[in-house]
């Protein structure tokens, strides 16, 4: 059984159809890439996923479960964790306070202030500290979140996404807006938690992920038009064709 499956899931803004009759798997385990121009649908389909949106037509299905109408909380809890086209942080708290109520989440602690502000004496402060550790931020734990630079701001948005212990990670465009060396950064952590993490990653740049990616889906127009090994699916006519233009081979992919 895959660990998602998506059946005709559709979604129309009025007359646009963004997300149109997709039928996807992820497996267990796998590192999944979504690639496609801006404009195909990719983060409707993560907000379908995740809950942010009501699918005008179809299913989502977690782990056999039909999640179709849980709330993104909901999905939280059942391990399905995403992070956001534009970094999504608290500006104005320190660095280790965005850690919190992911962690108390996580712990189940989070039931009555009570319960919260004596977490934060106990494994809440032990687990945010280690949540940093693992993406080489615990130096700028006290640090308002602010000042982060943009690349640091996506590795904390990564730390509080897998503070809540993932099944399902799915990243939309996890190094948009970062430099060469924050792209490096971003996709060594990324490397590190391959495979044992279920990944789901958008991208626009192709070349950033053909080999991080166990496969590959190519989303265009709301439909995904093919999905496969990475470097089959960047050689198939019919993505060259329809999608970057008869004239065009793979040196026309945006890289
Ligand atoms: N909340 C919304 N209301 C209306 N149209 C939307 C909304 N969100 C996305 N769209 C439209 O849906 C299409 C797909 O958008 P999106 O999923 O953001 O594409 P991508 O992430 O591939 O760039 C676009 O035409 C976009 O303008
Ligand atoms: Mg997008």
Redesign the pocket.
């Known amino acids: 059984m895959s660990l998602l499956t998506t059946n005709r899931l559709t979604k129309r803004?009025g007359g646009?159809v963004?997300v149109n009759d997709v039928n996807l798997q992820i497996e267990e385990n796998e590192t999944l890439g979504i690639i496609?121009p801006?404009?195909?649908?990719?983060?409707?389909l993560f907000n379908l996923l995740t809950g942010f949106f009501s699918p005008t037509a179809g299913r989502v299905i977690l782990q056999g479960k039909d999640v179709t109408r849980l709330s993104p909380e909901e999905r939280v809890g059942m391990g399905m964790v995403r992070t956001f086209q534009l970094v999504s942080v608290f500006g104005s708290l320190r660095v280790w306070e965005n850690l919190v109520p992911c962690v108390t989440w996580r712990n189940n602690e989070y039931r009555s202030l009570w319960k919260f502000m004596t977490s934060l004496v106990g494994d809440t402060w032990a687990d945010s500290f280690e949540a940093l550790r693992l993406v080489g931020l615990e130096n700028y734990a006290d640090a308002v979140t602010a000042n982060l630079s943009y690349g640091d701001k996506r590795l904390l948005e990564i730390a509080l996404a897998l503070s809540l212990k993932p099944k399902l990670l799915l990243l939309d465009e996890p190094f948009s807006g970062l430099s060469d060396v924050e792209i490096a950064k971003v996709l060594s952590l990324l490397q590190s938690i391959k495979g044992k993490v279920t990944i789901g990653i958008i991208e626009h740049k192709i070349s950033t992920i053909v080999d991080f990616v166990d496969r590959l889906c190519v989303?265009n127009e709301g439909r995904i038009i093919c999905e496969g090994k990475p470097h089959e699916v960047l050689k198939d006519s019919l993505v060259n064709e329809c999608y970057w233009g008869k004239q065009e081979t793979v040196s026309g992919f945006p890289v």
């Open positions: 803004f646009l963004a496609g801006n404009g195909s649908g990719k983060t409707t989303m």
